[in-house]
C-alpha cells in the first residue's frame, strides 16, 4: 500500500506563488507514474499535470506556462510549482499515483491506483 501526503497549500494574492509537494512512502515511487488533480467548489476533480516513470510532463491548458510538475526520486516526492496564480486556481489540490508508470491516460483519474488527502489552495483577487 502506497500512501500519499500533500502539503504546501494556503492563501495568497492574485500574482502570486506556491510549491505543493507530495511524499509518497514505499520503495517504488521511481516507476510511478505521478499526477496532480484539482476540485473547485461546486465542481468536479479535473486533471492538472502529471509526469510519468521517466520524466515526462503533460499540463493542462489552462496551466501551461504557470505550473511546473517536477519529481525527486531519492526523496519520493513529487511537486508542483505554481506561479502566476489566479483566483480560478482556488482548489483542492489532489496528488494521484500510477502504478503502471507511462502516464498513459494521464488526464483521466482511471490509471491512478492511489491518492492523498487533498491540500487547499485559495487565490484572493
Known amino acids: 500500500q502506497v500512501q500519499l501526503v500533500e502539503s504546501g497549500g494556503g492563501l495568497v494574492q492574485a500574482g502570486g506563488s506556491l510549491r505543493l509537494s507530495c511524499a509518497a512512502s514505499?520503495?517504488?515511487?521511481?516507476?510511478?507514474?505521478m499526477g496532480w488533480f484539482r476540485r473547485a467548489p461546486g465542481k468536479v476533480r479535473e486533471f492538472v499535470a502529471a509526469?510519468?516513470?521517466?520524466?515526462?510532463?503533460y499540463y493542462t491548458a489552462s496551466v501551461k506556462g504557470r505550473f511546473t510538475i517536477s519529481r525527486d526520486n531519492a526523496k519520493n516526492t513529487v511537486y508542483l510549482q505554481m506561479t502566476g496564480l489566479k483566483p480560478e486556481d482556488t482548489a483542492v489540490y489532489f496528488c494521484?499515483?500510477?502504478?503502471?508508470?507511462?502516464?498513459?491516460?494521464?488526464?483521466?483519474?482511471?490509471?491512478?491506483?492511489?491518492w492523498g488527502q487533498g491540500t487547499q489552495v485559495t487565490v484572493s483577487s
Open positions: 509526469i510519468n516513470w521517466s520524466g515526462g510532463t
Open positions: 514505499g520503495r517504488t515511487f521511481a516507476s510511478f507514474a
Open positions: 494521484a499515483a500510477d502504478r503502471s508508470g507511462s502516464g498513459d491516460y494521464y488526464y483521466s483519474e482511471l490509471p491512478y491506483d492511489y
